[in-house]
Every structure is written in C-alpha cells, then in structure tokens.
C-alpha cells in the first residue's frame, strides 16, 4: 500500500510546527498527492493558436502551442511543481482564449531557432507516454523501468534513458521475429485482459490458452533459423548504428583493416560486437554502436596512427575491440595496450595522452608504515591505489596521473577501516591460537566473505553458527581442523 497520512484532515501546518524542514516538506509532499489522488483528473486541452498580427498592409501569422486548463482538478488541491526538463518537454501553459480575441501586443523579441529532434525521454516522461498507450500500471512502472536498466538495455545519462547497444539488438530481434507481441496494442490489450481477470471478468486459462497458442507458433516458426539468417536480418535492421556512413564515401561495411572483408555483426562469450567476414585471417573487431566516449568513431576507420614512443620509437595508435576503445604500442603478443577509460573521448585522444595511458600503472610512493610501494592504475572497476595486495579507488580516471602520497595513503586508510580493500587476498588473521600438535603450522581465526572461521594451512574450518571468534580456544580449532582435514581438507570450489 502506498504511504499516506493515518489522518487527512491533519494539514501540513498543523503537523508541521512538530516537525523539522524536511519532515515537514516530506508530509507536505505526502499528504497533497494523497488527497490529489482522490479527486477528478485535471481536463487539460492541448492548443494551437493562430495570431495574425497587421501593420499597415502588412500581415504575419504566428503560432503558439501550448495546453489550456479547462477544469482544474485535482490541480487545485494540489500544485505542481515543474522542473528544468519537464520545461523541455511539455509545452508551455497558454490562457483561455476564444476565436477572433484581440490579444495585447506587449513586446517583439526577435530569436533564432533550430530544429532539434525529440528529446529522449526521462524516467517521469516515459511513464506518461506508457500511461497514454496504456502500457503497465503505476505498481509495474518502477520495476519495469529498473528492469531496463538493470539488464544494460539503456542509461541513465543527465536524466535522460539513453539506448544501449544490447538494448538496440534485442528491440530489433523481437521486431524482427516477435513484432506482434511488442506492438503497443497487444500490450495495452493483454494489460486490460489481466485487469479483466483480477476482476473476475475472464478465466485466466482461457487468456493463458489463447496466448501460447500463436506464441508457440511464433517460436517453432523461428527455432530452426541458424544464427546466420539472424544476423542478416539484425545487419539491416542496425545499419545505421553497427556501419556508420564514412567521411571519405565508402561502403560503410568494407573492413577497413583488411580491405576486402565485409563488416558483419557477431556474436561472442561476452555479446554482440562488429567484426570481419574474413576472420581468422583478419582479426579486426569493434563495439556494436557508438558510446559517450567515442569508440565508434575511433574505429570506424581502424587503428588511428597517434604517432611513435620517444622512448622505445613503437608506433602509438588509438583502436577499438569489443571491449571498448583502447590505445597500443607496437604489434604482435609483445604490444602494450591500454583501455581508454570511460569519460575520455576516444575520437579525441592524442599522442600525450596515450603515453599517459601506457605508462600505467605509476608509482605514486613507499608507504610510511610498511616501506612498500603504492602504484595507481586503471581496472576493470575504474581508477584505484594498491598497496601490498590491497585496493582503495579513485574519483576519476584523471586522479590516477596526480594522485601523491597522503591522499594515496588516506584512501587506503580507509578503504581499510570498513573491512575491504583486499582483491582475492586471504583475509587478515583475527588472532592466532597456536600450533597444531600433529600437522604443524600455526592456526588462526579469521573472517571471511563467508563468515568467521579457523585456518591451518590449506585447510580451513567453519566456526559453528552462533560462535564468537574471539572466544575460539586452541582445542576447539584442533578438532575443527582435524573434521575438516578427514573430510578431505580445503572444500572445493
């Protein structure tokens, strides 16, 4: 059930003098939207009007669009409050006015204005364009929009739900051979059957029946296809986005490595990724799509000669796999390479900032208590310091070039106060009992991902549910060790 007052007749001022600024404009927030959703929708009429402005002999037509309030609603009880971009997409509120009005000329303002393209939706405008298509209900909306996001279909990106790539290639699959169950409505009509059966209306089989009936045709007109009639039909439907038209003119799908390839879509352990007809032989690949970061571009043309390393004389250019845009230095096994970290526009990146990236990781200092070396680098989970098996991240991928000693330290400090740090390290002993009498080597309790237990070697024992580890005795983790070491030591994974 949703959040409500336990009272509606308690206003906001009479509670809010016994509350602080944001409880009060949380109750407030509350209680207008409960008591909005209990009165008549808003009757709202979108407008075109047309104003012929004359000066002398001389007419202008202008245009306005907007919305007028007819009835008000529960727009009265309850204010709405617009942000930056809900002023972007929904059209500016115009006055009541009637045909053949005189309207007061108040000033001429003379503007230039472009024509853009829609602008993508946020989370708020998609909901409204599923309400409007009768798409889901406001307990599914959430979930389905997370659900989206989730699964890498699209991004999140100044509030605004951007495409992914795996999200392009399932939207053209399911058009491709599933088009009637993501048609609008089918959707909108299977959503009124469920509320029809809820209501008792219709028996729940008889949908269930209907529906599997042509879904099951659909699948065993489809599952025989080998993957190859697949890719053709997703190579035409993604032209656009997987082959780029090029400055220069040529086809869009010639392999600019090898030259007389043709660019197809693939299918691999980690996804879908753009690559050569004529693999083994060329190897060349790259992301499906272009990202925030430019790989598409800087692939688009193959491997971009940056120029050569002054240091070792190895030609620097900037390339693209199906992991993402990296830059390389030389060929072969025995190249260096380095992902171009999310943030830096591939397209853009020069010989500096290749060298930057080559020259990673960088040795920021000996740590003052240990006298070991702490280094800064890039990984799989972004910029980070280590220290002796031991990881704290970084902000950004910039903060890796400059980061010195103290905040180095300060991270790791405390990245290890709240028990992490440690990338597939054995977990620092809680303290140390003795020595087994009959296996040798010393026995410790420790805490591990999987709770606290007893270490002897390669054998580790479970403590029992409930035990306090710094109550272990030394006897008590002998006989844990020796059960363990009879069952066959370390348990396998």
Known sequence: EAIRPT??????????????????KLYELIWKRTLASQMESAEIERTTVDIIAT???????????????????????????????????DEKRLPPLSKDEALKRERIEAKQHFTEPPPRYSEASLIRKMEELGIGRPSTYASTLGTLQDRDYVKLDKRRLVPESKGRLVTSFLEGFFNRYVEYDFTADLEEKLDRISAGEMDWKDVLRDFWKQFSASVDEIKDLRVSQVLDILNEDLAHVAFPDREDGSSPRSCPSCGNGT??????????FVGCSNYPECNFTRQLGAGDNGEADAASDGPRVLGNDPASGEEITARSGRFGPYVQAGDGKEARRSSIPKGWNAAEIDLEGALRLLSLPREVGLHPETGKMITAGLGRYGPFVQHDGAYA???????????????????????????????????AALKTLGDHPSLGGAITVRDGRYGPYVNNGKINATLPKGTDPQSVTLEHAIALIDAKAATGGKKKR
């Open 263 to 272: 660019l197809s879509l693939k299918v691999g352990k980690f996804g879908a």
């Open 7 to 24: 009272d509606i007749s308690r206003g906001p001022k009479e509670v809010g003098k016994f509350l602080d600024d944001d409880q009060r």
């Open 55 to 89: 000066h002398g002999s001389e007419t202008a037509r202008l245009r306005a669009n907007g919305s007028v309030i007819r009835f008000e609603g529960f727009l009265a009880a309850y204010e709405i409050v617009k942000t930056g971009e809900d002023d972007e997409e």
């Open 393 to 427: 991240n970084l902000e950004s991928a910039d903060e890796v070039f400059v980061v010195g000693i103290n905040r180095a330290v300060s991270a790791l400090a405390e990245k290890a106060s709240k028990g992490g740090g440690r990338r597939g390290s054995t977990p």
